[in-house]
C-alpha cells in the first residue's frame, strides 16, 4: 500500500507540473502508450479509422522524420469570446526517453485495476505521447469523448503492451480498456480517466488512512477525497467512484454543506470543497465520514 506522512510533500509521479493549472485543470490532456516494439504508424490507416469514429478530420502534419502526426477534429469545435470556433487537434508523438520501471513506482503502486502493471512495464522500450491540442474549450464530456474515441483507433490500429494514464496517475491494461469501451456505458467513458488511491497515513492514529479520486480536476470537475479512520477501504473506494460518476454527470453540484449517502443506509456525510492533502495539487470535494470516523483536523 502507498504510505503518506501528515505535513511532508508526496514525491508526485509522472505527473508534469507545467501542464498543471491552480485547479488542476490540464489545458492539454496526454497518456502515454508504451510498446515493446515501436508500431510503424501508418497516417493513413489511422484516419481512415478515426474517420469512422470521429467524423470530418484532416491531417494537420505528418513527420516520419521525427514520428509527430498530427490531427484537425473539424467536428469538435472551441468556441472564444469573439465567436470565432476553432477545431480541436490532437498530436501523437514518438519520445526519445528510455522506458525505466523505476519511473513509474507511483502509479504502479496506485494500479488497482491491473496489479500485474510492472510486469507490463518491464517488457515495454518505448514510448509515445497522445495529446490533445486547442481542445480545452470543449464541454468536458466532448472532450473525453473525443480523446476515448481517438485513443481507441490509436490502440486498435497499433496495439501497445501498457497505457500510462498521466492525469488520473495510473498503468492500464490496453486490453481491458479497449473492452470497456465497447457498451457505451458511464463505466466506460471513465475507464482510465480517474482512479481511487488509496494512502495508509504513517504517523497518524491506528487505522488511520486516506483514499481519493485522480482524473476528474483534469477535465474541470472537483475530485474527491475522504480521510478516515476505521473504515473499509473496500466500502470507501466504490462510494468514490460512484460519486465520480455522478459528478461527471451532473457537474459540480454537491456544494458545501451538503451531505451525500455513506456507506451505510441512513448514513449523511457532509461535503466541503478544498485543496487536496495529497499531491498533485488540485480543488477537491472532501467527504466527512463523521465523527467517529472523520480524520484530521475536523
Same mark, same amino acid.
Given at each position: 500500500?502507498?504510505?503518506?506522512?501528515?505535513?511532508?510533500?508526496?514525491?508526485?509521479? /509522472?505527473?508534469?507540473?507545467?501542464?498543471?493549472?491552480?485547479?488542476?485543470?490540464?489545458?492539454?490532456?496526454?497518456?502515454?502508450?508504451?510498446?515493446?516494439?515501436?508500431?510503424?504508424?501508418?497516417?493513413?490507416?489511422?484516419?481512415?479509422?478515426? +474517420?469512422?469514429?470521429?467524423?470530418?478530420?484532416?491531417?494537420?502534419?505528418?513527420?516520419?522524420?521525427?514520428?509527430?502526426?498530427?490531427?484537425?477534429?473539424?467536428?469538435?469545435?472551441?468556441?472564444?469570446?469573439?465567436?470565432?470556433?476553432?477545431?480541436?487537434?490532437?498530436?501523437?508523438?514518438? +519520445?526519445?526517453?528510455?522506458? !525505466?520501471?523505476?519511473?513509474?513506482?507511483?502509479?504502479?503502486?496506485?494500479? %488497482?485495476? %491491473?496489479?500485474?502493471?510492472?510486469?507490463?512495464?518491464?517488457?515495454?522500450?518505448?514510448?509515445?505521447?497522445?495529446?490533445?491540442?486547442?481542445?480545452?474549450?470543449?464541454?468536458?464530456?466532448?472532450?473525453?469523448?473525443?480523446?476515448?474515441?481517438?485513443?481507441?483507433?490509436?490502440?486498435?490500429?497499433? *496495439?501497445? +503492451?501498457?497505457?500510462? %494514464?498521466?492525469?488520473?496517475?495510473?498503468?492500464?491494461?490496453?486490453?481491458?480498456?479497449?473492452?470497456?469501451?465497447?457498451?457505451?456505458?458511464?463505466?466506460?467513458?471513465?475507464?482510465?480517466?480517474? /482512479?481511487?488511491?488509496?494512502?495508509?497515513? /504513517?504517523?497518524?492514529?491506528?487505522?488511520?488512512?486516506?483514499?481519493?479520486?485522480?482524473?476528474?480536476?483534469?477535465?474541470?470537475? *472537483?475530485?474527491?477525497?475522504?480521510?478516515?479512520?476505521?473504515?473499509? *477501504?473496500?466500502?470507501?473506494?466504490?462510494?468514490?467512484?460512484?460519486?465520480?460518476?455522478?459528478?461527471?454527470?451532473?457537474?459540480?453540484?454537491?456544494?458545501?454543506?451538503?451531505?451525500? !449517502?455513506?456507506?451505510?443506509?441512513?448514513?449523511? %456525510?457532509?461535503?466541503?470543497?478544498?485543496?487536496?492533502?495529497?499531491?498533485?495539487?488540485?480543488?477537491?470535494?472532501?467527504?466527512? *465520514?463523521?465523527?467517529?470516523?472523520?480524520?484530521?483536523?475536523?
Amino acid at each position: 500500500m502507498f504510505g503518506w506522512k501528515k505535513n511532508k510533500d508526496q514525491k508526485q509521479e /509522472n505527473i508534469e507540473e507545467q501542464e498543471i493549472i491552480e485547479d488542476g485543470f490540464r489545458a492539454v490532456y496526454n497518456v502515454e502508450l508504451l510498446y515493446e516494439q515501436m508500431p510503424n504508424f501508418s497516417t493513413e490507416s489511422l484516419l481512415k479509422r478515426l +474517420t469512422k469514429s470521429c467524423g470530418n478530420i484532416e491531417v494537420l502534419t505528418e513527420s516520419k522524420d521525427n514520428g509527430l502526426t498530427s490531427f484537425i477534429f473539424h467536428d469538435y469545435l472551441v468556441e472564444y469570446k469573439d465567436n470565432k470556433k476553432l477545431p480541436a487537434q490532437c498530436i501523437i508523438a514518438k +519520445t526519445n526517453k528510455e522506458v !525505466e520501471v523505476q519511473s513509474f513506482e507511483g502509479s504502479i503502486q496506485q494500479s %488497482w485495476e %491491473w496489479r500485474e502493471a510492472e510486469d507490463g512495464i518491464k517488457k515495454c522500450k518505448y514510448s509515445v505521447l497522445v495529446s490533445d491540442m486547442m481542445a480545452a474549450g470543449l464541454i468536458y464530456k466532448d472532450r473525453l469523448e473525443l480523446f476515448q474515441k481517438l485513443l481507441v483507433a490509436i490502440i486498435e490500429e497499433f *496495439p501497445c +503492451t501498457a497505457i500510462n %494514464w498521466v492525469p488520473s496517475g495510473q498503468i492500464v491494461n490496453p486490453a481491458a480498456y479497449i473492452e470497456s469501451q465497447k457498451d457505451g456505458s458511464k463505466l466506460g467513458y471513465l475507464y482510465g480517466a480517474v /482512479n481511487v488511491r488509496f494512502f495508509n497515513i /504513517n504517523d497518524g492514529a491506528e487505522n488511520e488512512m486516506l483514499m481519493d479520486t485522480l482524473g476528474l480536476a483534469a477535465l474541470g470537475i *472537483p475530485d474527491l477525497q475522504c480521510h478516515f479512520i476505521d473504515l473499509d *477501504p473496500g466500502e470507501v473506494g466504490p462510494l468514490l467512484y460512484n460519486y465520480a460518476y455522478y459528478l461527471f454527470e451532473n457537474g459540480d453540484v454537491i456544494e458545501d454543506g451538503h451531505t451525500i !449517502e455513506g456507506i451505510r443506509p441512513g448514513q449523511r %456525510w457532509k461535503c466541503q470543497h478544498e485543496f487536496s492533502l495529497v499531491k498533485p495539487e488540485r480543488i477537491v470535494l472532501d467527504i466527512n *465520514p463523521s465523527n467517529r470516523h472523520a480524520a484530521g483536523n475536523r
